[in-house]
């Protein structure tokens, strides 16, 4: 059959995202074919889009996106006994990139199935965010009730869930933010202290909350204006976890720079995190409770039609968006 896909034939701007049609066969064994019904737009989109990962990324031509939410048509062979029927609602995330279609078929083994309670559209803005909320702040740094912790970028997609969650857990939240209006829409959310980062320096202002100590944990998805910075503000024996590089690649820092407080740095990705599916299932369940319960509520920003992919990009690149975007098949 066929079906809608946006290619990239080339690393560059918004513009290179192609909408074009692909054939799709039958689902392989241990595979499903779903028909999407969100497709997510992640900022390791774009990432994927300027070739950035280096040698973790694809290479073009490959079609975009790594995460969507859809109905099951067909299953293949040796599902009999799955607990997978033509008809149920599934979500994924990280199995590869490809998602930017109508049609895909997937294996069956990491697919998850959608609460009833739960829109398509919000498990769809939500659910690669969520499960990485859910490793950061409860596995590789297990938040404790009382910490301080930083997050950087608090306004965006992770960043509203990690404040969200992180208050949950009962965390005191500093959270950055680039304007006025995102700093009241984190304190919202429950950041008790938005920093302007474009007002002030972060740093100093952290130290001046901490008295002088530091946080135990930086959530840095920014990278290169940041991470110098982050690692100035952590506290003794504190770790500085870069999870995502909006404004570039860390650059290149002596190893000693971390021995006068005993800093650790960690630079992770999420599907080493639910790369068993006991993980993944399990991050997927905490976090649709969540959801579910009202405990944690993301906006989304945008719907976009799939052929107009390179306009979701244009949106999430300029970072005047607080929220999701979603493309629509």
């Not at 979500?91 to 998602?99: D, M, P, Q, R």
């Not at 829409?185 to 952290?206: H, M, S, W």
Request: with cysteine.
């Amino acid at each position: 059959m066929r079906t809608q896909a946006i290619q990239i034939t080339d690393f560059g701007g918004p513009e290179v995202l192609k909408a074009t049609d692909i054939e799709i066969g039958e689902p392989a064994q241990g595979e499903v074919r779903v028909r999407h019904q969100s497709v997510a737009v992640n900022f390791v989109d774009v990432y994927h889009r300027i070739g950035q990962l280096h040698g973790d990324g694809p290479k073009p031509p490959f079609i975009a996106g790594v995460q969507a939410n859809g109905v099951i048509e067909a299953l293949g062979e040796g599902l009999a006994e799955s607990d997978l029927r033509v008809g149920d609602r599934v979500t994924y995330a990280n199995i590869g990139i490809g998602s930017y279609v109508g049609h895909r078929n997937l294996p069956a083994d990491r697919l998850v199935k959608i609460p009833e309670a739960l829109s398509d559209e919000i498990v769809a803005a939500s659910y690669l965010r969520g499960l990485t909320a859910h490793y950061l702040l409860k596995r590789l740094y297990k938040v404790q009730a009382g910490d301080t912790v930083l997050i950087h970028a608090a306004a965006g997609g992770v960043g509203q869930l990690m404040v969200q969650w992180a208050k949950a857990l009962g965390a005191i939240v500093i959270g950055t933010v680039s304007n006025e209006e995102k700093a009241a829409l984190v304190q919202r959310l429950g950041c008790d202290y938005p920093i302007v980062y474009t007002k002030e320096n972060f740093a100093n202002r952290v130290l001046q909350i901490t008295d002088g100590e530091g946080v135990p944990v930086v959530y840095d998805s920014v990278g290169r204006d940041t991470f110098k910075e982050s690692l100035r503000c952590t506290r003794p024996m504190g770790i500085a976890i870069n999870y995502g590089t909006a404004s570039g690649q860390v650059e290149p820092f002596p190893l000693q720079d971390l021995h006068s407080k005993s800093l650790s740095v960690c630079r992770p990705t999420l599907r080493t995190w639910i790369a068993k599916r006991s993980d993944l299932l399990r991050a997927s369940h905490e976090l649709f409770d969540l959801l579910g319960s009202g405990r944690l509520r993301i906006d989304i920003a945008a719907h976009v039609p799939l052929h107009d992919a390179a306009q979701a990009h244009r949106l999430i690149e300029d970072r005047r968006t607080a929220g999701a975007i979603i493309l629509d098949p």
